[in-house]
């Protein structure tokens, strides 16, 4: 969990697919990720304007709005949780369960040779979040799938490109 200090401000673009129900959409997604915010467009086919995260919520004129706080979806993308302090709830293999119970209730599975969580979910009143991640981290994950319970909405990512941000 120290990585969580280390992922420092970026901007990062990813191949995108979101539903919501029977809506389906491709494209790209590209996000600021600063110290104390988190910015990010979703552009379709040709750079069509889909949806927008302003910091508090993520909205579009065909998406459901989907409410997260800038440091949650900082830390969901990052492939880390940095509320409290985790607690060892079981070990398999090379996998440990992580529960944080400090605030709220987060949980995650540490994949011990990777060194990173393979999953986080985390309970809030505005619907549980789920997040599995793979392929390579640098420190970003390669691959996000995120999905919102309540709204039913889902977001697979895959990393395209990523640069430090000036």
Known sequence: MDKAESVGSANLLYDA???QGVVRMKGTLAVQVRAD???????GEFGAPIGRYDGVELTGEKIRS???ASRELRWLIAGIWA??????AGASADRVLLRWTDRGRAEGVLDEAAGALSSLR????EGDLEA????????????????????????????????PAS
Request: glycine content about 8%.
């Open 83 to 88: 509320e409290g302090t985790p607690a060892v």
């Open 37 to 43: 915010s988190v910015r990010a467009e979703l552009s």
């Open 132 to 163: 599995v991640y793979g392929g390579a981290r640098d420190p970003w994950p390669e691959r996000i799938e995120l999905r919102e319970k309540r709204s039913g909405s889902a977001l697979r990512l895959r990393l395209l490109a990523r640069e």
């Open 17 to 19: 697919a979101m539903s």
């Open 66 to 68: 989907v409410r997260i």
């Open 122 to 125: 985390v309970e809030r009143t």
